[in-house]
């Protein structure tokens, strides 16, 4: 069943997937994403979402028109790979790069495919040791 995404909206939403969670970089773009263990209210006032997403691109990947681009690109990525690849109860925050203006789109959609599946093996590694050291 595909997940219902809702957005990430305050600064401090963005400092605290990008303080506390994992991050992943590919050539298109940089993926961050944080599991939501604790009951953290969001500004998203949407009760019906399960994955949460923020979506920036910096100065560096050029000026307005560039940045709002590359956040086009990453929104219609993100809406197409995240309902069925995303994990339910996390924050992702998607942030692009010069790449992303240029990049081929299917290498665009596989880039965040890649990112999810790192992402993914990180939460499992960190859960698999926090198991392993608890007697």
Do not use: D, F, M
């Given at each position: 069943m595909p997940l219902r995404i809702g957005r990430l909206r305050k600064r401090s939403e963005y400092l605290r997937v990008a303080a506390a969670g994992r991050k992943s970089a590919t050539r298109g773009l940089v993926l961050q994403a944080l599991d939501r263990v604790d009951d953290h209210p969001h500004a998203d006032p949407d009760p019906a979402a399960q994955v949460w997403l923020?979506?920036?691109?910096?100065?560096?990947?050029?000026?307005?028109?560039?940045?709002?681009?590359?956040?086009?690109?990453?929104?219609?990525?993100?809406?197409?790979?995240?309902?069925?690849n995303a994990t339910a109860n996390f924050d992702y925050v998607l942030i692009g790069r010069q790449a992303t203006l240029t990049r081929a789109f299917p290498a665009l959609l596989s880039d965040l495919e890649t990112a999810l599946r790192h992402v993914g093996q990180k939460a499992d590694k960190v859960t698999t040791k926090s198991n392993q050291e608890t007697p």
């Open positions: 923020g979506i920036t691109a910096s100065r560096r990947v050029g000026g307005a028109v560039a940045r709002n681009r590359a956040k086009r690109r990453l929104r219609a990525a993100a809406a197409q790979v995240l309902p069925t």
